[in-house]
């Protein structure tokens, strides 16, 4: 069964940083682009960052471009998302995706491009 797990949330201070993980298990994703969404209490699903599967290409929203850096490591089957000068803005649940196209780049910002989910992981961000 394909599982993806993120960990690393947590409640954190405005300016602090975070490192958040999402390990992939029943089946490899290291052909796929992967990428983090996120989602505040009311609001929709964004787009937050993605990665291609050789890590040449990664594309950041505006929100969190300079602040937040995706990257991943095949041989472990994980992505990361590290998170540095957190606002409290960026409190939302975080999830992992994975693009539902084998191979494809396409800096691709909507959630149907996507078809493989993790459960979220929470992160709060004090002011």
């Known amino acids: 069964q394909v599982q993806l797990v993120e960990s690393g949330g947590g409640l954190v201070q405005a300016g602090g940083s975070l490192r958040l993980s999402c390990a992939a298990s029943g089946r490899s994703f290291n052909m796929y682009t992967m990428a983090w969404f996120r989602q505040a209490p009311g609001k929709e699903r964004e787009f937050v960052a993605s990665i291609s599967w050789g890590s040449s290409n990664s594309y950041y929203a505006d929100s969190v471009k300079g602040r937040f850096s995706i990257s991943r490591d095949n041989a472990k089957n994980t992505v990361f998302l590290q998170m540095n000068s957190l606002k409290p803005e960026d409190t939302a649940v975080y999830y992992c995706?994975?693009?539902?196209?084998?191979?494809?780049?396409?800096?691709?910002?909507?959630?149907?491009?996507?078809?493989?989910w993790g459960q979220g992981t929470q992160v709060t961000v004090s002011s």
């Open positions: 995706a994975v693009d539902r196209i084998l191979g494809r780049w396409a800096q691709a910002k909507d959630v149907n491009a996507y078809d493989r």
